[in-house]
């Protein structure tokens, strides 16, 4: 369990033709989702290289979740299916250095998924928030504090 009060910050590559679309219809459908969810967008998720997956975990972000179109619905073919295999692989580079490879994931929505994804975003945040943060901070007493961007951001 991350420490009290930790709030993990998440962030989201929505693909521009379904799961910002989603996001979009979860907000005009007034669905409440975590506020530490920040949403990227993106042409496709095709574009979505494991670099981009390791540094945001690397500047401090908690997870990441990549949001594309249904399978055999991209609207550049194959662009999901791109960002599948280089999720696996992101979360594979995170297994082999020690960290939780829950830290990545990836889901598939339609532009009218807006509740699911909603929810998505809510189950993520609760799971991330299990696990803790991914830079703790030790003061000495035996409990980790609040991630390392946290202490960045008082300096």
Same mark, same amino acid.
């Given at each position: 369990?991350? !420490?009290?009060?930790?709030?993990?910050?998440?962030?989201?590559?929505?693909?521009?033709?379904?799961?910002?679309?989603?996001? +979009?219809?979860? %907000?005009?459908?007034? &669905?409440?989702?975590?506020?530490?969810? #920040?949403?990227?967008? @993106?042409?496709?998720?095709?574009?979505?290289?494991?670099?981009? &997956?390791?540094?945001? &975990? *690397?500047? %401090?972000?908690?997870? @990441?979740?990549?949001?594309?179109?249904?399978?055999?619905?991209?609207?550049?073919?194959?662009?999901?299916?791109?960002?599948?295999? #280089?999720?696996?692989?992101? #979360?594979?580079?995170? *297994?082999?250095?020690?960290?939780?490879?829950?830290?990545? %994931?990836? @889901?598939?929505? =339609? =532009?009218?998924?807006?509740?699911? &994804? =909603?929810?998505?975003?809510? +189950?993520?945040? *609760? #799971?991330?928030?299990?696990?803790? !943060?991914?830079?703790? @901070?030790?003061?000495?007493?035996?409990? !980790?504090?609040?991630?390392?961007? *946290?202490?960045?951001?008082?300096?």
């Amino acid at each position: 369990m991350g !420490p009290p009060g930790f709030e993990p910050l998440v962030v989201c590559f929505c693909c521009q033709w379904c799961s910002y679309a989603a996001a +979009d219809m979860a %907000g005009a459908m007034r &669905l409440s989702y975590p506020p530490n969810v #920040r949403i990227v967008l @993106v042409p496709c998720t095709g574009r979505v290289q494991e670099e981009h &997956l390791l540094a945001a &975990l *690397e500047a %401090g972000v908690d997870g @990441v979740l990549v949001s594309g179109c249904l399978p055999g619905q991209c609207h550049y073919v194959n662009g999901n299916r791109k960002a599948e295999k #280089r999720v696996a692989r992101a #979360r594979a580079i995170l *297994e082999e250095i020690g960290e939780d490879p829950e830290r990545i %994931g990836m @889901v598939h929505n =339609a =532009a009218s998924m807006g509740p699911q &994804l =909603a929810r998505c975003f809510r +189950d993520t945040t *609760e #799971r991330l928030r299990a696990l803790g !943060p991914i830079f703790p @901070v030790w003061d000495g007493s035996g409990e !980790p504090k609040q991630a390392g961007r *946290e202490a960045q951001y008082r300096e």
